[in-house]
C-alpha cells in the first residue's frame, strides 16, 4: 500500500513563503498525475495545483486553482519520488492543512502538513 508523507508546514507571518514536499513510498510518481489538496477549519477539502506524469521533459504540465495562480509552483522529482508545493506571498486564506495525492486521489490520504498564515 501507497503511503503518503507530507512535511514542509509551519508557522508564517502574511507576505512569508513556505516549501511542501510530498514523498511516496513506492515509486508512483512516473504512472500517476499528482496533485495538492488543502483543508482549511469548517471547509471541505479542495484541489489546489496539479502536475501530469505526461511533459516529464519539462518538469510536467501543471494547473492551479485560481486563489494560487503567481504564487504557488508545484514540481515533482519522479527519482526521488517526491512532489513540491513552493508557496510565495502568503495569505492568512491559504491557512490550511495541506496534503499531496493523485489526481484524482485514489491512494490512501496521509497526515498532510498544517500551514498558518497570520500576523
Known amino acids: 500500500q501507497v503511503q503518503l508523507v507530507e512535511s514542509g508546514g509551519g508557522s508564517v507571518q502574511p507576505g512569508g513563503s513556505l516549501r511542501l514536499s510530498c514523498t511516496a513510498s513506492t515509486n508512483i510518481f512516473n504512472y500517476d498525475d499528482m496533485a495538492w489538496y488543502r483543508q482549511a477549519p469548517g471547509k471541505q477539502r479542495e484541489l489546489v495545483a496539479t502536475?501530469?506524469?505526461?511533459?516529464?521533459?519539462?518538469?510536467?504540465?501543471?494547473s492551479y486553482t485560481d486563489s494560487v495562480k503567481g504564487r504557488f509552483t508545484v514540481s515533482r522529482d519522479n527519482a526521488k519520488n517526491t512532489v513540491y508545493l513552493q508557496m510565495n506571498s502568503l495569505k492568512p486564506e491559504d491557512t490550511a492543512v495541506y496534503y499531496c495525492?493523485?489526481?484524482?486521489?485514489?491512494?490512501?490520504w496521509g497526515q498532510g502538513t498544517q500551514v498558518t498564515v497570520s500576523s
Open positions: 495525492n493523485s489526481n484524482p486521489a485514489f491512494i490512501s
Open positions: 502536475i501530469s506524469k505526461g511533459g516529464i521533459s519539462f518538469g510536467g504540465l501543471t
